[in-house]
């Protein structure tokens, strides 16, 4: 009896790549479709050399006792190629910040539920994150394991039935958003000019526009003057800048960060929109100022800034408004997102916009991702509420 219930010796892993003829792996797959989108003359070759490189790494075979920190670091680079920048950025910092050093002395096929539920709740409780990155942490351990067919070869799937904590300090954080009265005081404080009629804030007209329409400051910081129509006061959301890590120089020198362009995340964020009174007035003042720059907000090199100039001009506006005597605000030292959830909480509760046009206007993907993270219950909004009880 004792031999029937010992355990199963684990066995050697081996790709599938070794036989591709006969059944392709799911990487080639990846593979073969970034090729079809490839636009370059060497897409071929970039596709052979990472399929090459790949089998050398990891496809050519996994020893039982390999650990998932060496693996792990070995597959993520392959990915590159088929992913955005900013969701490689996070990935790679779940990698380093959370997987390796929780789970990585674990050998890949001796993963438990158990560990990974042990190193979610050290997550939680203990580092103090929230549902959404411990989520982010399981579904990255889940694709590794997925995309090279390590459940295969394992008795138990450890993501069966797996618990995601949730934090307690998630349901006690504060909402960050702006009421309308407070975004009325932002935008009369962000064009505020001084004696000689210059502006305090080189980038506040900026701030005003996202107050009045909304917008993201990535999509603020990609607006081009074609985009901006001023005989119909509507404007064009074609393109976002964003911030990722700059992986291609490794000069001492180099920047670590760079500025990319790409479109927006989903088909309903490339949307025209119609200016206010207070926006047009900012437009033509950042007008006058960039002159004959193609972008609405142009740096020293003929390209654009980035979100941090609008972060930095957002902090220096709330600052001069707490030393104003606007005591509101010193609680509330939120960034420029914060001023696109007060926009939508607005529109909806107070203009009683239809929901749907809302989330057009913001450009989400569902109703869903308006209704539960952008439009926020005040504490106004209770008390009329309780006002209007009669029973």
């Known amino acids: 009896m004792a031999v029937k219930n010992a355990k199963k010796k684990p066995t050697i892993y081996k790709c599938h790549a070794a036989n591709a003829k006969k059944k392709p792996t799911y990487k080639f797959y990846f593979l073969k479709k970034q090729y079809q989108r490839a636009k370059k003359a060497d897409a071929q070759e970039l596709m052979e050399d990472l399929y090459r490189d790949y089998l ?12 998932i920190g060496n693996v792990i670091q070995k597959w993520l680079p392959t990915t590159r190629m088929f992913i955005q920048p900013t969701t490689y950025d996070r990935k790679d910092g779940i990698v380093r910040n959370h997987i390796v050093p929780l789970l990585g002395h674990i050998q890949i096929f001796t993963l438990t539920r158990s560990d990974i539920e042990k190193a979610l709740f050290t997550m939680s409780d203990h580092q103090g994150y929230s549902h ?17 067919n ?13 618990r995601i904590p949730n934090n307690a300090a998630d349901y006690l954080k504060k909402l960050k958003y702006f009421t309308h009265d407070e975004m009325q005081t932002i935008c009369r404080e962000s064009m505020r000019t001084d004696a000689k009629g ?44 964003q911030m990722v890590v700059n992986r291609e120089t490794l000069g001492p020198k180099d920047p670590r960060r760079k500025t990319i362009s790409k479109p927006p995340k989903t088909t309903n964020g490339v949307r025209t929109l119609y200016m206010t009174d207070a926006a047009e007035e900012a437009f033509q003042v950042l007008k006058k100022l960039a002159g004959s720059h193609e972008y609405v907000l142009p740096n020293r090199k003929n390209g654009s800034v980035d979100t941090s100039a609008l972060r930095k001009t957002m902090r220096k506006i709330l600052d001069n408004l707490i030393e104003q005597g606007h005591d509101e605000f010193k609680n509330k030292l939120y960034g420029p997102h914060a001023l696109r959830h007060g926009f939508a909480t607005y529109m909806i509760n107070e203009e009683r916009a239809p929901i ?36």
């Open 198 to 241: 210059a502006l305090l804030y080189r980038w506040g007209p900026a701030i005003c526009i996202i107050a009045q329409s909304g917008i993201r400051s990535g999509e603020m910081v990609g607006l081009t003057w074609q985009c901006v129509n001023f005989k119909e006061r509507t404007f064009e959301i074609r393109m976002t800048r």
């Open 150 to 162: 390590f459940l295969e070869n394992m008795r138990f799937n450890p993501f069966n039935g797996l």
């Open 56 to 67: 050398n790494n990891i496809g050519q075979g996994c020893p039982v006792n390999e650990t």
């Open 356 to 391: 749907t046009v809302v989330s057009r206007w913001l450009g989400h993907a569902s109703l869903n991702i308006t209704v539960d993270t952008y439009v926020h219950v005040s504490e106004k909004d209770m008390c009329s509420l309780a006002q209007k009880i009669d029973i």
């Open 132 to 148: 959404s990155t411990c989520k982010q942490m399981r579904d990255c351990l889940h694709q590794f394991y997925t995309a090279n």
